[in-house]
């Protein structure tokens, strides 16, 4: 059986609707753009609750501020332009006025940073416009919570999620339509499972500090975030096809709070790990994964990533050659956790 | 109503030496800015912000944002003044576990932002404003900002963010003082006009048509209001400007002076991030208690024609008009009565010191209350236990300073003592009242010799105002006695050039404070200390001023 034609979607759009439904149910959400409220579909907001929604024109740092100021009167505010403009341009708006403020003792303030445009993928913009920087950024900001949807199911939940919890959150969006790995509309289940080798209900809830088991298995762990979840899944299949290796696949959108139980069980059941970001290896979300397992159950990883470079223009149909450079492929994925070293169950 | 300019004044003065007390405790902080804020806060915190220190969150407070977070000691000084917390706690300042961090921060209950990365808190105050706006909240925001600070982009993007949505309940000061860490502003990044190598900064305040602050604001589309951001009349106005203004927001830009009241801190750059050694502390504190005021006496001027003399006046920068209303039975003359005083009253914004020389003061005093004055004196010639507290409850329910006159043939009476501690002023006649141009009474040096101890064992917190032939030949032996105002007619009124007359007494003033801190410095540290004193003094003309008067009082070797 093949497997199906993979299923487009825009995590931008996802975005858009699902601030409209927390704007609808919560009078207190407040939407904030840098003059990239078309691209990030926000505009729609403006247009349903235009009190609610401001633009202050290419103004990064005024974007993260006012924003503070807004979540510091009792507002749930979600600001949002492209990645680069954000932790790339506004960190100590970041740092100083949104998390660092703790009103009675509450961590931060109540401001979600919404990024699109995060990573490689960005694509003919170019290096400049690529942020593969963010996470590393975000994830050393206290009181942050960090957020890597790997499709536009992820991008709807988690905002849903970012709406109804207090504190900073900073969530990156890929530019690109990416493919659905949590199934699409009403189905809860995922069933996704190229060889047809089993069926596996996936709960996807969708809580910080967790990460997703997408596919169970005991020979390796394939930690993956954003648009490398897909790959990481299409490496699973690869692995066991051509090597006969079970692969277990985690979704690790929760970068911080990071899962550490979950890691801790995969390095202990499966005995090697192998990460993929698009995003540079220093301090992005494998650096995350090999600081928890290091300290609970030590076993061989290996960081698939940007080898702390740049990115640089691809076209949209070029953006695999560019991952690819990088070596974030499936094929590559496969290869490297086939070569890592397992370590024996102790 | 008055202008609550007493009460306001005396809580600077609290507030400043708080200032002085916890960086001085800390051992590092930043007085300057501080200070140049003081009147500001003073402003705010005494009389148009609306706020409860025993329910910091209540939800419709105003919002005062500190942009330039490194001014801390000055916000946190005015909370405890405020009530937030005890005034002691300004002792902990910058230590470790204290609520009061070395920027305004969220772990002291009643900061509304954590200050101190510069250039963010009027975006911050933007989203406060918006955020009141959305909740139809009757809530205003004041957000004081820095003139170093304005060299950030963030100021700018927020100057037109404000101008957009046209957030009118934001009123912001700028605290102009011309000075950021390294330098001068106008060296560092000019905000008005470049300043030349060989130039004082005093340029920059004498010539106005260097200042460009008010046009950049201007145009970014803001209702702009420039003041000296010392003087509390002119604040109070501008606030109340500020809030009638429609559709913008407003920006308040206040000249100012770095470490204000201090002379050797004052327009000195070093001061921005500095703390007063220990044994300074004290000379410090009889500095800021001993500013002076110059009050000059409209009559002795043209009597036909008041309301010129009071324009000289104003013109001539006086701190206090100084109205002597006399009723032909308490005095032999008759000079005006409320309606003049009512008349005037439009022609400037500078406290009425209105001096009632009149009989049964009660019955009248309350015309003058509405006639504009902001302060009023009675005789205790004329007034008594019942009669004197009756006054004083009126005039401090309406914001008008309470003042308390003697003849030279009287004494302070007994029942006035109770009285004392809610007293703002006491005025002591070096002249028999009823006509001008009387020459100094000698005996007055003994009786303010009497009178000090009184005032300082019945806890009086307000000043003595010296009237009656205090001229430039004695004032400084006025102001050794303990006299902080002077009322000056035939020295000042009567002179061809109101303004030189009255820069004139303040120099006199300003010398004899200037000894009167050296001879305090030899009391508490000997010569030592008067060297160390004089050598804090750097900018202009002040080191060899203060050594020469060192000299003269034989402290130095000449």
């Known amino acids: 059986m093949l497997p199906d034609e993979p299923v487009l979607t825009d995590m931008r759009t996802a975005y858009a609707e699902a601030l409209i439904r927390e704007g609808r149910s919560n009078p207190d959400v407040v939407v904030m753009g840098a003059d990239t409220t078309d691209s990030l579909k926000t505009s729609k907001f403006g247009r349903e609750f235009p009190d609610r929604f401001f633009n ?13 100021g807004l979540a510091a009167s009792g507002k749930t505010v979600f600001a949002s332009t492209y990645a680069i403009f954000l932790p ?31 990573g490689l993928s960005v694509g003919p913009d170019g290096g400049s416009h690529q942020q593969l920087e963010d996470i590393s950024i975000m994830r050393t900001i206290p009181n942050f919570r960090v957020m890597i949807p790997a499709d536009t199911v992820a991008v709807s939940a988690l905002t849903h999620m970012m709406a109804a919890e207090y504190g900073p959150f900073y969530m990156r969006m890929a530019r690109l339509k990416t493919p659905l790995v949590y199934g699409g509309g009403d189905d809860d289940d995922y069933r996704r499972d190229a060889d047809g080798a089993g069926t596996t209900g996936v709960d996807k809830r969708f809580e910080a500090g967790r990460a997703n088991v997408l596919r169970d298995g005991s020979d390796c762990t394939l930690a993956a975030c954003g648009i490398t979840v897909g790959m990481a899944l299409e490496a699973a299949d690869l692995l066991r096809r051509e090597r006969q290796m079970s692969c277990r696949v985690l979704d690790m959108f929760s970068v911080k709070p990071i899962d550490g139980r979950a890691l801790e069980k995969a390095a202990r059941q499966t005995g090697r790990i192998l990460t993929a970001e698009e995003h540079n290896i220093i301090g992005g979300m494998g ?58 169950e102790r | 109503m008055g202008l609550d300019y007493c009460t306001i004044r005396s ?25 140049s804020m003081a009147e500001i806060l003073g402003c705010l915190f005494y009389k148009h912000l609306r706020y409860d220190p025993r329910n910091p969150q209540w939800e419709d407070r105003d919002r005062l944002v500190l942009s330039k977070g490194h001014a801390a000691p000055g916000l946190f000084s005015n ?14 300042l910058r230590a470790f576990g204290s609520r009061l961090q070395g920027h305004p921060d969220l772990k002291c209950p009643g900061v509304e932002f954590c200050g101190g990365s510069l250039g963010t808190g009027l975006s911050y105050s933007v989203g406060v404003a918006l955020a009141a706006r959305l909740d139809s909240r009757p809530c205003r925001v004041y957000s004081v900002i820095g003139d170093g600070e304005s060299d950030e982009g963030q100021i700018w993007e927020a100057a037109m963010a404000a101008s957009k949505y046209g957030v009118d309940n934001l009123t912001v000061f700028l605290d102009r003082n011309f000075i950021q860490q390294d330098s001068y502003t106008e060296r560092v990044m000019p905000l008005d006009s470049r300043l030349g190598d060989a130039e004082e900064i005093s340029a920059m305040w004498l010539d106005q048509d260097r200042w460009r602050t008010g046009d950049k604001w201007r145009a970014f589309g803001w209702n702009v209001i420039e003041i000296d951001g010392h003087r ?63 009050a000059p006496s409209i009559i002795a001027g043209d009597m036909t024609n008041l309301a010129a003399e009071v324009v000289r006046c104003a013109e001539g920068r006086a701190d206090y008009i100084h109205l002597d209303v006399m009723d032909g039975r308490f005095v032999p003359n008759r000079t005006f009565l409320h309606e003049k005083v009512k008349e005037l009253r439009p022609l ?4 009425f010191d209105t001096h009632l020389m009149i009989e049964e003061p009660h019955k009248h005093v309350r015309r003058y209350v509405d006639a504009g004055s902001d302060i009023v004196t009675v005789h205790a010639e004329v007034t008594d236990d019942d009669t004197f507290g009756e006054i004083s409850d009126t005039l401090r329910e309406n914001g008008v300073g309470v003042g308390l006159a003697i003849n030279p043939g009287t004494e302070l009476p007994e029942w006035s003592l109770g009285f004392l501690p809610g007293i703002d002023q ?24 009497r009178l000090m101890p009184i005032l300082r064992d019945n806890g009086f917190a307000g000043y003595v105002e010296a009237d009656g032939g205090v001229n430039l030949e004695n004032a400084a032996s006025v102001f050794a006695d303990g006299a902080r105002a002077f009322v000056g007619g035939g020295a000042i009124v009567s002179t061809p050039d109101v303004r030189a007359s009255i820069r004139g007494f303040r120099q006199a003033v300003a010398t004899a404070r200037r000894r009167m801190l050296l001879d305090l410095a030899d009391s508490l540290g000997g010569s030592d200390l008067v060297e160390r004193w004089i050598n804090l003094h750097v900018v202009g003309a002040r080191p060899a001023e203060v050594r020469t008067i060192a000299q003269e009082a034989g402290y130095v070797a000449r």
């Open chain 2, 426 to 449: 006491i005025i002591v006649m070096s002249v028999v009242p009823g006509r001008s141009g009387q020459k100094y009474i000698e005996s007055t040096h003994q009786k303010m010799a």
């Open chain 2, 232 to 294: 509390i009349e002119q604040i109070d106005d501008a606030i109340k400007r500020a809030q009638a203004h429609r559709r913008a927001p407003t920006i308040i830009i206040s000249r100012t002076i770095k470490g204000k009241s201090v002379e050797h801190m004052e327009d000195n750059p070093q001061w921005h991030g500095k703390a007063p050694a220990q044994e300074t502390v004290p000379i410090i504190n009889a500095e800021l208690e001993s500013q002076s005021i110059i």
């Open chain 2, 11 to 35: 809580k600077v003065l609290r507030a400043r030496k708080l200032v002085i007390r916890g960086t001085a405790a800390a051992g590092s902080g930043h007085p300057g800015g501080s200070f």
């Open chain 1, 287 to 344: 650096s995350a994964v090999a600081e928890s397992v290091s300290e609970s159950y030590p076993v061989p990883i290996k960081r698939i990533g940007a080898l702390d470079a740049f990115g640089e223009s691809a076209r949209d149909a070029e953006v695999p050659l560019l991952l690819q450079k990088h070596g974030i492929t499936p094929f590559n994925m496969a290869q490297q956790a086939g070569a890592l070293e397992r370590l024996p």
């Open chain 2, 348 to 351: 400037t914004l500078i406290p």
């Open chain 1, 56 to 68: 202050v024109g290419i103004a990064e740092g005024n974007l993260v501020t006012m924003s503070a």
């Open chain 2, 79 to 92: 909370m405890a003044v405020a009530g937030y917390f005890a005034e002691s706690e300004i002792d902990t």
């Open chain 1, 88 to 118: 790339g341009r506004a960190v100590d708006q970041i740092r100083n006025n949104v998390a660092y403020p703790s009103p009675g003792g509450r961590g931060g303030l109540n401001v979600k940073l919404v990024a699109s445009h995060g």
